[in-house]
């Protein structure tokens, strides 16, 4: 970070619809920390530019309760907050165009947590979780643009859903012996929210609040299952077999969008595992 300043410095160049350029490029020079942004006194006990000193306190809380030999309940809500953290952001207000770093950035992320398990005997188990959670900050922190190929484009830093934000999760997972060859099944179910994407506009800017509720992905079905079979060959050695299956219902699970307001299949979702199975074994010893 405290390298940053030693960069080298940036280039903007804009391009009209012929493909000339609209003037001389924009020199953006790399500036550590501002006089009016705030510091913290953890580094240098007074608040001076480039004092940054990321910080966070999480707090977490669990209850379980067995209600029955079958049944055991589990609550856990965590809140966890940082700030302090390093961001940064293109000036252009003042005399020169600038890239700053400042320490005030912030995120946030809660979560309640219900889990319940089901044991049908010592192998067997069937495993339910819901999560509630939300994660929000700032989007221009510094790992993502500091390296050896900084990003390409600097937009404007903003406060929002964080990309990996999932308001709604259930997991659904667990192992059953079955009595037909001795054969065992291991089910798993995920049901989730889509991440949010932003929309961004022909200058490849933000369009509207970046990562919101309003821009997600559809939400995400996957029902998968596997079944193994143990083969003994000798006291010592065995052979385990197992044929696995992806996306059993087929759903649609969306990779990518496009987001770009000019596109004319704006807003349109595409890219999919379609369903799938795998034939594997291994060498038990």
Same mark, same amino acid.
């Given at each position: ?37 705030? *510091?913290?006194?953890?580094? *240098? ?11 966070? $306190?999480?707090?977490?809380?669990? $209850? ?94 903003? @406060?929002?859903?964080?990309? $990996? ?19 065992? $099944? ?50 010592? @050695? ?48």
């Amino acid at each position: 970070i405290y390298t940053f300043n030693h960069y080298p410095v940036r280039l903007v160049t804009d391009y009209g619809p012929d493909g000339a350029p609209l003037g001389p490029p924009a020199v953006y020079l790399n500036t550590i920390g501002s006089a009016t942004g705030p *510091h913290s006194f953890f580094i *240098h006990g007074q608040q001076i530019a480039g004092a940054f000193s990321p910080r966070g $306190a999480t707090m977490n809380l669990q $209850a379980e309760h067995r209600f029955s030999r079958l049944l055991r309940v589990r609550g856990v809500y965590t809140d966890s907050q940082s700030v302090g953290l390093v961001v940064f952001e293109a000036d252009t207000l003042g005399s020169t165009n600038e890239i700053v770093l400042n320490g005030n950035g912030k995120s946030r992320y809660q979560q309640l947590e219900i889990t319940g398990r089901v044991s049908l005997s010592k192998d067997q188990q069937l495993i339910v979780s819901y999560t509630h959670s939300r994660a929000r900050g700032n989007l221009n922190t510094y790992d993502s643009f500091l390296g050896n190929f900084p990003t390409a484009l600097v937009r404007n830093d903003v @406060y929002s859903n964080l990309p $990996a934000d999932v308001p709604n999760r259930l997991l659904v997972w667990g192992q059953v012996n079955s009595p037909v060859w001795g054969i065992q $099944a291991l089910p798993a179910v995920e049901f989730r929210s889509g991440f949010p994407y932003a929309a961004l506009d022909q200058g490849q800017g933000y369009a509207g609040i970046p990562y919101s509720d309003a821009t997600r992905f559809p939400s995400f079905f996957s029902a998968d299952a596997r079944l193994v079979k143990l083969v003994r060959v000798s006291a010592k @050695y065995g052979l385990r077999f197992s044929v696995t299956g992806f996306n059993l219902t087929n759903h649609f699970n969306a990779l990518a969008v496009h987001a770009n307001e000019a596109d004319p299949q704006y807003g349109v979702f595409f890219g999919n595992y379609h369903r799938r199975y795998r034939l594997d074994f291994d060498v038990v010893f």
